[in-house]
């Protein structure tokens, strides 16, 4: 079976959809399988893989910047978000869907939710 050549490696800026609301991202693929990504109220880190020839698995943690009170839909203030997304490549778009898991400051889960990311490679 051949192996896919495509990699996401460099900058991307896009959305992710969840609960009604968009918030705007960009994220870095490092050559060894690292990404860090920014929002306006969060940053974080994590790991991507090449699933297939247009497929990508991209899972990280985004941390609540400390001046940010970030309350989930069921009223408790979140402190990190657990994503996992697959993703499909089209020349320089990504598209995806995945989970969002949100956290309390104590590790507990206190919301889980659907989310769907586009994305455009910049560099």
């Known amino acids: 079976m051949p192996v896919s050549t495509w990699t996401p490696v460099g900058r991307w800026t896009g959305t992710v959809t969840h609960d009604g609301e968009v918030d705007e991202y960009t994220v870095a693929f490092a050559p060894d399988g690292s990404l860090s990504v920014t929002t306006r ?9 090449v699933t ?7 899972s990280l943690r985004e941390d609540f910047n400390l001046d940010v009170t970030q309350i989930s839909p069921n009223g408790h ?18 598209t995806g869907e995945g989970k969002a898991v949100v956290h309390g400051p104590d590790d507990v889960e206190i919301y889980a939710t659907g989310a769907r990311t586009e994305a455009r490679r910049v560099s």
């Open 41 to 49: 109220k969060s940053t974080g880190t994590g790991s991507w893989t």
């Open 52 to 58: 297939g020839d247009d497929l990508l698995e991209f």
């Open 77 to 94: 203030r979140a402190a990190y978000i657990q994503i996992d997304i697959t993703a499909r490549h089209d020349g320089d778009a990504l």
